[in-house]
T-cell receptor, first 112, second 112 residues
Framework: SQTIHQWPATLVQPVGSPLSLECTVE??????LYWYRQAAGRGLQLLFY??????ISSEVPQNLSASRPQDRQFILSSKKLLLSDSGFYLC???????????FGPGTRLTVT | TQLLEQSPQFLSIQEGENLTVYCNSS?????LQWYRQEPGEGPVLLVT?????EVKKLKRLTFQFGDARKDSSLHITAAQPGDTGLYLC????????????FGKGTKLSVKP
């Protein structure tokens, strides 16, 4: 069966520091991968998606970037965090034909 | 720009009551998914509806997809405290990426 992992679970970082969040998927090949941010327990904002290694699409211009160095690994990064980067970050995967998205447990990021 | 409107945004009811949550759009979706999310965790997929007019049941939860595939509803019968959470609908408007549009969610609280 497929599983998706995210780490760390929680992170407190000062403004201006770098960021690296990691997501890995097991039990599937060539998934589409997604990074979302969720503010205050509400709707999900799509940040990046990837349909393959080194193929990244950005949905929202921002202080963040994403990379996919391996088929089942998706990384969210920042060189310098802003206060507004605080939030709950979720990684998800999907595959054809259903395209149902399955989410990881999330990372709570607090920028101080 | 596709939008999914969910209503109500908040719902607080007593155990044993029935409730309905709505998800509406002006766009046609190839499929629509419902998720439930508990605080500090990732959303969990409840159901996917694909065919216009389709009705799916998951224990006390009944999901319906509108005939025109632009709207959906979630009905809970005899709500229990364990149903408490954030309910999210998400529409797939097609395409090979499998990208979803998420509603802002309905925060349900069921009091014993």
């Amino acid at each position: 069966s497929q599983t998706i992992h995210q780490w760390p679970a929680t992170l407190v970082q000062p403004v201006g520091s770098p960021l690296s969040l990691e997501c890995t998927v097991e039990g599937t090949s060539n998934p589409n991968l997604y990074w979302y941010r969720q503010a205050a327990g509400r709707g999900l904002q799509l940040l990046f998606y990837s349909i393959g290694i080194d193929q990244i699409s950005s949905e929202v211009p921002q202080n963040l970037s994403a990379s996919r160095p391996q088929d089942r690994q998706f990384i969210l990064s920042s060189k310098k965090l802003l206060l507004s980067d605080s939030g709950f970050y979720l990684c998800a995967w999907t595959s054809a034909p259903s395209y149902e998205q399955y989410f990881g447990p999330g990372t709570r990021l607090t920028v101080t | 720009t596709q939008l999914l409107e969910q209503s109500p945004q908040f719902l607080s009811i007593q155990e044993g009551e029935n409730l309905t949550v709505y998800c509406n759009s002006s766009s046609v979706f190839s499929s629509l998914q419902w998720y439930r999310q508990e605080p500090g965790e990732g959303p969990v997929l409840l159901v996917t509806v694909v065919t216009g007019g389709e009705v799916k049941k998951l224990k006390r939860l009944t999901f319906q997809f509108g005939d025109a595939r632009k709207d959906s509803s979630l009905h809970i019968t005899a709500a229990q405290p364990g149903d408490t959470g954030l309910y999210l609908c998400a529409g797939n408007y097609g395409g090979s990426q499998g990208n979803l549009i998420f509603g802002k969610g309905t925060k349900l609280s069921v009091k014993p």
